[in-house]
């Protein structure tokens, strides 16, 4: 669906899933990176200050701020060229990660649960996320940072697919 | 008991008001208060022996203990169930009244336990399984408690197979049907039985370490408790004495001493008193059965249409002296920490040709279960027995089977699919590359003055250590795919090799770090709704990962394959 999709997938063998999340999750991974990166901030220099601000502490600080900076620049970017996912007939298929990588497959004939959860956060940007529970614990399907409608459409197809099919999908 | 139905005594205004309706075994009543006394034992013989500084008895206690029997008094009065063709009914509460019912076709499991208490009063726990997802608390029903000859009818009746034909509403299934159930049992074969022998393995496990714990644990509730001095204590008060007037290294080598006696004795004491009587039995082939203990037993029936496989465990001091531990990997049995607790155990550690073959056997159980004589002809071709004698060259083929069924030993015991040089540098970087972090700064400290020059020297121990961490654990690594099996394994302190069932694979994690990337190589996990909910096979070059799966379950991986 992309150009890049025709290039060599990110698993030599695997083919990369067809579509990508939301642009706006960039924004939203992006403050929240900013965030999370001002908390530690704020952290380390309440204890910098409280024992006197020395220069080793200056210079803590300093590192601390490129890297904080580096993260927010680097990873929202990072990650959303990573975060796929695809639903086809039989099957959820997503990528997911930045420096780490995790492919998932789940068949729909296993998937137990849809739901979808809209934080405070991502509604704010008109983001949602569906999550697809299979019946094993360690076999959740999260598919993060999608646009709302999509998400809508998305979760009433799932459904439909899901409650189709018989049995106890263990 | 099962004739004493009172059902006259029922409210009307729901099913609940048909006949059918029993009560537990009225000698539960008397299970809380006994165990309440047992549980106060030791505090009282501390009151009565050592004296006590503050002599007012403890009134919360004794007003939480009436609160307790009265509570189990209002349980009995209000608890009923009813077993009919099609459910079994649990019916509880005093001011809001709640009725659990399970289907008897999603019953997988009817375990029997019983504390030493139950097991004087010959009662019996019973608790139904449903396997369908055992990490909520809605899947199963308890029953607490049934004498132990209910509780064995009511096994034999709910598990025998295939479930009755549905009676006529309202029809009490009666003593007599039960007892009947019993008499038509299937045929019992003996998998496994506990040999004496096997308590040496005891110690090199960690359960000593577990019930070390409680010991002392409980040891210092007592000491709370009563207020002893316990250094005023004759006993004690010599041997703080006599540990005074030895240097450091001699104390810390008798206490050290000590410590390791009493480890191997009490863990040789949990051993027995866990494992004791063990015996794993097939019942026919649709069922397993688990029965052990010495005071409290268990008894755990596994539906082999529920198991998905079934693992060796071997911790690194059980593998060096050739020993492993068998688990079942089953839906509706989750395996937690201490998996001796859990419901998979299939052997306690014991030697490893006996876990493997015991597993094995339970593989074999379990396929004759699953497809009838049909999926047996089907394994036997597949597997290739064709003239006996024919060596199949490659590491990864499947060695002729001698007797029928070696499929499964194969499995167990067979050569692995090894991860190759990558996976092995991986391994090697990770381990000695952390402690030459760890060594570096030990050396580093000291020659800032910090530490002392043994700590600091010290330290680079850490490297040859860490090289044969790397080479244990890549040792461990390695995979295999015959038959519709998929086996794993992984780990150094505790290596586990995992056979499961392709069948029961529902899904597919496929993980790469950063490194592994450019190493090119993926982490893949199969996940299960059995077991550990997921089995995976570390650092395989992705190309071999994706074969793997895709030989695994070709219809789900197919479709995201490139064919390039």
Same mark, same amino acid.
């Given at each position: 669906m992309t150009p890049e999709n025709a290039a060599v997938p990110m698993l030599p063998g695997l083919r990369d899933p067809s579509r990508r999340v939301s642009r706006r999750a960039v924004a939203y991974w992006t403050v929240r990176a900013a965030l999370d990166g001002l908390i530690l901030l704020a952290a380390e220099g309440a204890v910098a200050a409280g024992t006197g601000l020395g220069a080793g502490w200056v210079i803590a600080l300093a590192l601390t701020l490129l890297v904080v900076v580096g993260y927010v620049l680097i990873m929202p970017r990072w990650r959303y060229r990573v975060h796929r996912w695809e639903v086809t007939a039989d099957a959820v298929y997503t990528r997911t990660g930045w420096l780490s990588v995790t492919w998932r497959i789940a068949p729909i004939s296993r998937i137990q649960t849809i739901d979808s959860h809209r934080w405070f956060g991502e509604r704010l940007f008109g983001l949602a996320n569906v999550t697809a529970t299979t019946a094993s614990a360690a076999g959740p399907v999260h598919i993060r940072g999608l646009d709302t409608a999509t998400a809508d459409r998305l979760l009433d197809e799932l459904t439909a697919a899901t409650g189709a099919l018989p049995g106890d999908a263990t | 008991m099962i004739s004493e139905a009172r059902a006259g005594a029922l409210p009307e205004a729901e099913p609940a008001g048909e006949p059918g309706w029993q009560w537990l075994s009225p000698r539960s009543l008397v299970v809380r208060p006994v165990t309440d006394l047992l549980r106060a034992l030791p505090v009282v013989i501390g009151l009565l022996f050592f004296g006590s500084r503050h002599g007012a008895p403890n009134l919360w206690g004794l007003a939480f203990a009436g609160f307790a029997i009265a509570t189990s008094i209002v349980r009995y009065c209000t608890t009923r169930y009813r077993v009919t063709g099609e459910r079994v009914y649990l019916r509880h509460g005093l001011l809001s009244q709640k009725v659990l019912s399970v289907p008897r076709d999603r019953i997988r499991s009817v375990d029997l336990s019983a504390h030493v208490v139950y097991r004087i009063l010959g009662l019996r726990k019973v608790h139904l399984g449903t396997g369908r997802n055992d990490r909520r608390d809605g899947g199963s029903l308890h029953l607490d408690a049934l004498t132990l000859a209910d509780a064995e009818a009511l096994r034999a009746a709910l598990l025998a197979? #295939?479930? #009755?034909a549905p009676p006529a509403l309202g029809e009490a299934p009666a003593s007599g049907g039960l007892d009947a159930a019993v008499a038509s049992g299937p045929a019992e074969r003996e998998l496994a039985r506990l040999a004496p022998g096997w308590v040496r393995y005891a110690p090199l496990t960690l359960t000593g370490l577990v019930i070390v714990g409680v010991v002392i644990g409980s040891a210092f509730q007592v000491i709370d408790a009563t207020h002893v001095n316990i250094t005023a204590i004759g006993p004690v008060h010599r041997l703080t004495v006599t540990l005074s007037h030895l240097t450091l290294l001699q104390r810390a080598l008798e206490v050290a001493l000590a410590v390791l006696a009493l480890l191997v004795l009490l863990s040789v004491a949990g051993y027995v008193a866990l494992f004791w009587n063990f015996r794993l039995v097939a019942v026919g082939t649709g069922m397993l059965r688990v029965s052990r203990g010495l005071l409290s037993t268990r008894t755990t029936t596994i539906d082999t249409r529920r198991l998905r496989g079934a693992e060796l465990s071997e911790p690194l001091l059980l593998r060096g002296a050739g020993g492993a531990r068998c688990l079942a990997i089953t839906t509706g049995l989750r395996v937690g920490h201490g998996a001796e607790r859990g419901g998979s155990l299939l052997l306690p550690p014991a030697p490893r040709g006996v876990a493997a073959a015991v597993a094995s056997a339970v593989l074999e159980t379990a396929v004759l279960e699953s497809a009838g004589a049909e999926a047996v002809a089907v394994g036997a071709e597949s597997v290739g027995v064709p003239a006996p004698g024919t060596e199949l060259a490659g590491a990864g083929a499947v060695a002729p089977a001698a007797a029928a069924g070696g499929w499964a030993a194969e499995l167990l015991t067979g050569d692995l699919v090894r991860h190759g040089p990558s996976a092995r540098r991986r391994r090697y970087v990770r381990a000695v590359g952390g402690a030459g972090v760890l060594a570096a700064a030990g050396v580093a400290a000291w020659a800032a003055g910090a530490v002392p020059a043994w700590a600091g020297l010290g330290s680079l121990i850490l490297l040859p250590l860490g090289a044969v961490l790397a080479a244990d654990r890549y040792g461990s690594l390695g995979h295999r795919l015959a038959d519709g099996w998929l086996v794993t394994r992984t780990g150094s302190l505790i290596r586990r090799r995992s056979v499961l069932s392709t069948e029961g694979i529902i899904g597919w994690r496929i993980h790469q770090s950063w490194f592994q990337r450019r190493q090119g190589l993926a982490s893949l996990a199969a996940t299960t709704a059995a077991g550990r909910q997921h089995y995976t096979a570390h650092d395989v070059p992705v190309a071999a990962a994706l074969d793997l799966a895709t030989s695994a379950t070709p219809d789900l991986i197919s479709p995201f394959r490139t064919t390039a």
């Open positions: - | 197979s #295939p479930p #009755p």
